[in-house]
Nanobody, 126 residues
Framework: QVQPVESGGGTVQAGGSLRLSCAVS????????VAWFRQAPGKEREFVCA????????IYADSVKGRFAVSRDNAKNTIYLQMNDLTPADTAVYYC???????????????????WGQGTQVTVSS
């Protein structure tokens, strides 16, 4: 069973940076893709970015392009989200999600993702 676990959330001032980690257990092989989503209070969950475990290719939502960077370390089965130039609009619970390891992804999908972590809170103060 694939199980993502997020860490690294916290409170930061506007303009600051945070790095989230997603440690995933249960992987077999190097196929699959991992994404970050976020959900702010009173809003629907939204896609943030994703990375292919096979190629390292990445995709981003327009709202974070140029500020966020996703990367993977397959040796550690860990995915990182570096968040820079944070604003209060980035305040949300951030979730890590993974596909099964069935398919090879040249570029990662925006969904669906079968396995989800519990989330980590990111709060950006003004």
């Amino acid at each position: 069973q694939v199980q993502p676990v997020e860490s690294g959330g916290g409170t930061v001032q506007a303009g600051g940076s945070l790095r989230l980690s997603c440690a995933v257990s249960g992987y077999r092989g190097l196929n699959g893709a991992v994404a970050w989503f976020r959900q702010a209070p009173g809003k629907e969950r939204e896609f943030v970015c994703a990375v292919s475990r096979n190629t390292g290719a990445t995709i981003y939502a327009d709202s974070v392009k140029g500020r966020f960077a996703v990367s993977r370390d397959n040796a550690k089965n860990t995915i990182y989200l570096q968040m820079n130039d944070l604003t209060p609009a980035d305040t949300a619970v951030y979730y890590c999600a993974s596909t099964p390891t069935t398919y090879y992804y040249v570029t990662p999908p925006r969904g669906p993702f079968d396995y989800w972590g519990q989330g980590t809170q990111v709060t950006v103060s003004s």
